[in-house]
């Protein structure tokens, strides 16, 4: 589990967890935290069952989106099923005991917290999210349940580095027509016509852009495999499936 010390208090637990520490095999060894994926689901309710207990919780009170890369946010007002969960990328709460987790397995995972207000949330930011305005709606929706933009502390967990990342000629285009300033976060891959995109400075950017200075805790998914799961990775490969990593950040009951 990789701490941020922005987000160290006495009101918050928080951890990214990387993909060692638990019981799952093969493809999915061994964190892996998504019901998403192959592995057999008991498997999968004792790995979030471990995580949750690294943050003094219990399993139930660990909580995730059924997640669709949009920029809907939810307010958690009490844990839920695996099958009720919602259909979003950003969760909110004001409850204490209840974990915010996101599920990734290249893209960003954003915590965030107020503690003096005591609101937490959580996001998960691929580049569809991340461009919608996933870190915009969650920050809104905790100024809206209490914090203050000021007090706002974040981090962005292990994602897919520029390095690992190359997209083709299209890609960059909704980017710079929403923010040409994005253009910083493009730099030429070797096959012509292609980039190499920094998802990770994205979010980053995103934040600041809201006068948020989060910290980047850093990691590239797809080149460490000892650490991480990474979807870019299994496709690379030609693999018929990938685990998911959760990353996740309660208040102390």
């Given at each position: ?7 160290i ?7 990214f ?8 095999e ?10 998403g ?26 909580v ?5 890369h ?5 307010v ?6 695996r ?18 987790g ?23 930011a691929?580049?569809r ?7 915009d ?6 100024v ?15 994602a897919?580095?520029?390095?690992s ?6 890609f ?8 040409p300033?994005?253009a ?19 979010v ?7 006068g948020?200075?989060a ?6 998914t ?11 990775r ?12 959760i990353s ?6």
């Amino acid at each position: 589990m990789i701490t941020a010390e922005c987000l160290i208090a006495d009101d918050l637990r928080h951890g990214f967890f990387t993909r060692e520490g638990g019981v799952s095999e093969g493809l999915y060894a061994s964190l892996n935290c998504g019901f998403g994926s192959g592995d057999a689901p008991e498997k999968v309710v004792e790995n979030r069952a471990r995580a949750a207990a690294a943050l003094g919780l219990r399993g139930e009170s660990l909580v995730t989106c059924y997640q669709i890369h949009s920029a809907s946010v939810v307010v958690v007002e009490a844990p839920w099923t695996r099958e009720a969960a919602p259909r979003a990328d950003g969760m909110v709460t004001t409850r204490p005991g209840i974990a915010l987790g996101v599920l990734a397995a290249d893209c960003a995972p954003v915590l965030l917290a107020d503690p003096d207000a005591r609101v937490i949330g959580a996001c998960h930011a691929g580049w569809r999210g991340a461009l919608s305005g996933v870190v915009d709606a969650t920050l809104a929706e905790m100024v809206r349940q209490g914090a203050r933009a000021a007090r706002i502390a974040a981090a962005v967990g292990p994602a897919i580095g520029a390095a690992s990342y190359e997209v083709g000629p299209e890609f960059p285009a909704p980017f710079l027509a929403e923010d040409p300033g994005t253009a910083n976060h493009f730099r030429p891959a070797a096959r012509a016509g292609h980039y190499l995109f920094d998802l990770p400075a994205y979010v980053l950017r995103r934040l600041a852009r809201l006068g948020i200075g989060a910290h980047y805790i850093g990691g590239d998914t797809a080149a460490d495999e000892t650490r991480f799961f990474s979807y870019r990775r299994t496709c690379l490969r030609g693999e018929r499936d990938y685990g998911r990593l959760i990353s996740a950040i309660a208040l102390r009951e």
